[in-house]
Each structure stands twice: as structure tokens, then as C-alpha cells.
């Protein structure tokens, strides 16, 4: 054998395995979500919304923000706008009666200011995550209203000008369309939704106020009930904006959605999709996620259906940090980036269906 074969024949196996460890690494790396997964064929999404005037949003998690380079700038790049997931809640502001705590809620503003997002409050007035010297129901109906009211206009004052809109009372409406039960509603009776709403104008006469519903997207008792809140109060003119938090499963959009949202349009109200991500059975077959992407393509054009549907949120978007594993257990992969940050198809389905002219 001569020499040059007898070179070639050492050098073709090392030549292999240098280059199947480069394909290796390059595929890894663009599983991993380095820039060439991340420089998807399209658009970020919140430029994609924007040719649709739909501000696309997302909630974030504040120790996500505080801690994962990679998660702010995912942030940053992919949406126009934020919802604090529980930063705003009474909860984290106030836990003991006039101990406020605003580092939480002020980081996720100012992340906004930096990356030119738009804040969405969340939320005022909600019968869930109460600190216990309210929600314990020991305070007088007097007590409790000036209580609400004092609330409302601090926090919205925190933050006049730099929140867009606030979901000034959040998921009134029980699942049989009567008013849900809450320290709110024993307290002071239905008509703390209308007080809470009046606070809120006086307190910022500029921003958008919302009420935000769960469970409400189809036509259905639930939505009748929303429909009656919403027109009377936009009738007393305290009210902007509906918003359908849009919690879904594999079953899909409802069919009855687009002409739910549109009878709100219809009384001169904006609406928004608020708190979107589809859940998933664990593990997520490649099955799943791909009707999941469809969930949430359906969604963006039911967005886009409705003129007055000017922003869409998914409630978190990495399955890292959501609130579905643990508020549903059994079940996950609800968002549309997978836990190392991959778009996942749900993620090229949702920018698909915002491509599409
Ligand atoms: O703050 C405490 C912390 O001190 C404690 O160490 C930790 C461990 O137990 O719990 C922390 O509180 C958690 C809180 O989120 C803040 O992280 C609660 O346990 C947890 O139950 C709570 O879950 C939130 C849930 O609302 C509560 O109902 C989810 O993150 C949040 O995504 C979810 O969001 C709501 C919307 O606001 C309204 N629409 C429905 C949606 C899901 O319920």
C-alpha cells in the first residue's frame, strides 16, 4: 500500500469523527436555542403583531427576570408587552396592612420602559391571592370599601403613566353566570365592581381599565353575565376593555369565541385575550404539540377576526415557568417555548398565523 493510501486510510476515520462531533455540536446548539434556532424565518412576534396593530404580551415571572439572562432577552425581543404574573397582586404588594413592597411590580415596570412594552396591571380587585387581613372577612363593609378604594389609588397613582391598562376587577362572574362569592361581594355586595371601577378612573383618568374574565370566551351563561357588567358600566363610562383570559386545552378555541368578542366590540369596548397558553397531557407527545400549535394559531385568528381585539397575551411563554404544572397537575408544555427556550411549534404556528396576510 503506499504511502499517500496508507495516509488516507488513517486520516479518513479521524476526519469523520471531526466532523460528525462539528454536526454534533451545531445541532445542539441550534436545539439549544442559539441564535440560528433563534433567528426564526420570521419577525420577532411583537413585530409581527404590530402589522395588526395586536400588541402581543406576555406574563413574567420575577425571578425569571431577576435571574435568567436568557429569559430577559427572549423578553425583550419577542414581545410588545407585559403583565406582572403575581408582582401586582394584593398579596405581593401588601401582605400586612400598610407594609407595601413594590420592588417586584417596579422591576417588571421599568423592564417594560427599557424595551419600549407596554404594562398591563394585574390586578386591583380579585377574590384570589388576598393577604389574610382581608381576606379573612373581618372587616366592616365601611372599612373594607374605603379599603378598596384607598388600594386602587395607590397603586394605579405607583404606576400613572407607565400602565396601560389595568384589569381593574378580575373573574366577578361564577362558572352558573351568577356573582362569583368573594369577601368583595359578602362585604360590600355586586356593587363593589362598579366602586372599584369608579376609584379607578378618578385615580388615573388616562389609563385603560379592564375587566378580566376566565372562563368566558364562548357565548354561554358565564359570558351573559359578563355582557350585562360590561355594557352597564361602559354606559357609566368606566369601562375600556374586555378581557378573555383564553386558558385552554387541546380541545381548542371555542367555535362560539369570535362572535362572543365581537358582541362586546359591538357595545364600543376593546377586547383582549389576556392569559392564553394550552395545556398539554404529560409528556407532550410531538402529536400533541402539534395540534397545541394549532390551539394557538386558531387563537391569533380569532384575534385578528375581531377589529377591536388589539392584544393578545400568553400567560408565561416557557414551559420553565408556568403555572400549569402546578394548577393542574398531570398536566404541562403549555406555552410556546419549550424549558431550554426552543421555539416549539406552538411558538412557529402562533408567528404563522401572524405572518399570514
Ligand atoms: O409568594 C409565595 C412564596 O412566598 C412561597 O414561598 C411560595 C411557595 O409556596 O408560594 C408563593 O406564592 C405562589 C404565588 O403564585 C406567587 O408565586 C402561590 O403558591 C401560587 O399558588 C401562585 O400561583 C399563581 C396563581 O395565579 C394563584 O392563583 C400563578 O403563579 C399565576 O400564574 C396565576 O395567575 C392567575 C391570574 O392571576 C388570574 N387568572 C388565572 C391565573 C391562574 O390562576
Not at 182 to 200: I, Q
Request: glycine share 8%; hydrophobic share 40%; aromatic share 8%.
Amino acid at each position: 500500500m503506499s504511502r499517500k493510501v496508507r495516509r488516507l486510510v488513517v486520516a479518513a476515520p479521524i476526519l469523520f469523527v471531526v466532523l460528525a462531533t462539528l454536526g454534533a455540536i451545531a445541532s445542539y446548539y441550534d436545539n439549544r436555542g442559539g441564535p440560528s434556532a433563534k433567528a426564526l424565518p420570521s419577525a420577532p412576534l411583537r413585530e409581527l403583531g404590530k402589522a395588526h396593530d395586536i400588541t402581543v404580551g406576555t406574563a413574567v415571572d420575577d425571578a425569571a427576570l431577576r435571574n435568567e439572562p436568557g429569559y430577559r432577552e427572549d423578553l425583550a425581543r419577542e414581545f410588545g408587552g407585559l403583565t406582572p404574573e403575581n408582582a401586582m397582586k394584593w398579596d405581593a404588594l401588601e401582605p400586612q396592612r400598610g407594609s407595601l413592597h413594590w420592588a417586584a411590580a417596579d422591576r417588571a415596570v421599568d423592564f417594560a420602559g427599557k424595551h419600549d412594552m407596554t404594562v398591563r396591571g394585574h390586578t386591583l380587585v380579585w377574590h384570589a391571592q388576598l393577604p389574610a387581613w382581608i381576606a379573612d372577612g373581618k372587616l366592616g363593609a365601611a372599612d373594607l370599601r374605603q379599603v378598596m378604594r384607598d388600594h386602587i389609588a395607590t397603586v394605579m397613582g405607583r404606576y400613572k403613566g407607565r400602565v396601560r391598562t389595568w384589569d381593574v376587577v378580575n373573574e366577578v362572574v361564577a362558572d352558573d353566570g351568577g356573582l362569583r362569592k368573594s369577601v368583595w361581594s359578602d362585604t360590600l355586595g355586586p356593587v363593589f365592581v362598579a366602586e372599584a371601577f369608579a376609584a379607578a378612573r378618578r385615580s388615573d383618568p388616562k389609563a385603560r381599565l379592564a375587566i378580566n374574565e376566565i372562563g368566558a370566551e364562548s357565548l354561554g351563561p358565564k359570558s351573559d353575565t359578563l355582557y350585562r357588567i360590561a355594557k352597564e358600566l361602559k354606559a357609566r363610562g368606566l369601562l375600556d376593555e374586555v378581557g378573555f383570559q383564553s386558558h385552554f386545552t387541546l380541545d381548542g378555541v371555542p367555535a362560539t369565541m369570535r362572535k362572543n368578542l365581537e358582541r362586546f366590540a359591538a357595545l364600543g369596548l376593546d377586547v383582549a385575550i389576556t392569559e392564553a397558553d394550552v395545556r398539554v397531557r404529560d409528556p407532550g407527545t410531538p402529536e400533541q404539540l402539534a395540534v397545541q400549535g394549532e390551539v394557538y394559531a386558531d387563537l391569533v385568528n380569532t384575534c385578528r377576526a375581531v377589529a377591536r381585539c388589539h392584544a393578545l397575551t400568553v400567560w408565561g411563554f416557557t414551559d420553565r415557568h408556568s403555572w400549569i404544572p402546578e394548577s393542574s397537575p398531570g398536566y404541562g408544555s403549555a406555552t410556546l417555548l419549550d424549558r431550554e427556550l426552543n421555539p416549539k411549534p406552538a411558538y412557529r404556528d402562533f408567528a404563522a398565523a401572524l405572518r399570514r396576510p
